[in-house]
């Protein structure tokens, strides 16, 4: 099967490699497309995600969707053919935090595209049959790739804690953002400001439900914020930028005792935070 290695910053290579059998329990499936996150964009132009860093060569991708290829023993329920939505993430289901509902932390998780666990940028793959969901009829595996970046959107809503009519900043309309600001209309925001300096990631944001945008290259989004709330400032922020001001920009135009929700991936391993506006405000962060 071809699988597309990153072997050095900026740098891919196609290769072949054999494809082995489905394990019992799990299904192979055909990849038919792969979304691009942003942690992707990390590891192929800076060669590493924060504080980890890439280990070349290794294979990206873990937004996918694909066809059912064939099952290992043991697997009912899918067939050759079926369109899937491939989830990433593998559990243990048996640590504390998979017994609590954390799965998204568990102890021996394992995420494919990390650099020891290859991710979708190839023809086949092998996973737990518990890992597929069905793809509905009528939805492109295009449009499928989006299930991965929406689950970790409405896992941060979770923190967002929205109240019906409250207002919320998004710093970055970005895929991350613009899913973010949809997600907040549908939840009943009273009034969304979303934050980006590309004019047609703006358009798109008011397509989705912002009800203000601003050009950060043009102004100053914490004055216009605070100046559009009487400065008492929103009642929730969102950080899907994560450059720049960003961060600071949130704890700036979030009025006191309210939340600040980091979903971005800074590119540095450690950030300037203002913490005593922080402090101060009582901040949920």
Known sequence: MRVAELIDVRRFQLTERPAEDPPPGHVQARVC???????????????????????FPMVLGHEPTGIVVRCGAGVTGWSEGDRVALEPA???????????????VCARLRFLSQPDDPGFFRDLVNLPAHNLKALPAGLSFEEGTLFE???????????????????VAVFGAGP??????AVLKLAGAGRIFAVEPVAHRRELALRLGADAVIDSNQADPVREILRDTHRRGVD???????KGASLNNCLMVTRNAGRVVVTAIPAE?????????????ELAF
């Open 33 to 55: 497309s792969v979304g691009v996150c942003g942690s992707d964009l990390h590891n192929f132009s800076e060669g590493a995600v924060g504080d980890i860093p890439s280990r």
């Open 90 to 104: 593998i559990y243990c289901y048996h640590c504390e935090y998979c017994l609590s509902g954390h799965h998204n």
């Open 149 to 167: 970046p929406l689950a970790v959107i409405l896992h941060s809503m979770r923190f967002v804690s929205l109240v019906i009519g409250e207002t």
């Open 176 to 181: 991350i953002g613009l899913l973010t600001i």
């Open 236 to 242: 929730a922020a969102v950080d899907c930028a994560g």
């Open 269 to 281: 391993v450690e950030v300037s935070l203002k913490f005593h506006v922080m402090r101060r405000k």
